[in-house]
């Protein structure tokens, strides 16, 4: 009975331990013509130098969004507030916990939907 108990109380405790850290998720860059999606932390703490992904906003209310996969793969998009006027304040949510999709045209490289996740599982 004493054994089952110490038993149980280990179990219980190592239980404890791992909901204590929390869930991470690592969302490598992934690029392919007309889409990228990836997180930042991810894509910064990687262990290769190629991968990144962004999206920047300027004051003239041009956007741009780009991305680079662990392979070399890589996309780019542009669009303005004009445009996709819902695309700003989305930019401006990023954080170091985004996880991020664009997808674009690729016959005029005009970026066509973007997708902004923020989630404490996405933190550095």
């Known amino acids: ?3 089952a108990k110490i038993l149980m109380v280990l179990a219980l405790s190592a239980f404890s331990a791992l909901a204590a ?3 991470k998720t690592n ?10 999606f990836g997180s ?3 894509a910064r703490y990687s262990s290769n130098t190629l991968e990144y992904i962004s999206c ?8 741009s969004c780009s991305a680079r996969d662990a392979a070399g793969n890589s996309g780019y998009c542009w669009t303005n507030t004009t445009a996709n006027p819902a695309f700003a304040p989305m930019i401006m949510s990023m954080t170091s916990a985004s996880a ?3 997808s674009w045209d690729t016959s005029t490289g005009n970026c066509t939907s973007l997708f902004i996740r923020n989630g ?3 933190l550095p």
């Open 56 to 63: 920047d906003l300027y004051s003239s209310g041009y956007i």
């Open 120 to 122: 404490s599982n996405l």
């Open 100 to 102: 991020l999709q664009f």
């Open 1 to 3: 009975m004493r054994l």
């Open 21 to 23: 850290a929390g869930m």
């Open 27 to 36: 969302y490598a860059t992934y690029v392919t013509p007309g889409y990228a």
């Open 40 to 42: 930042l932390s991810s």
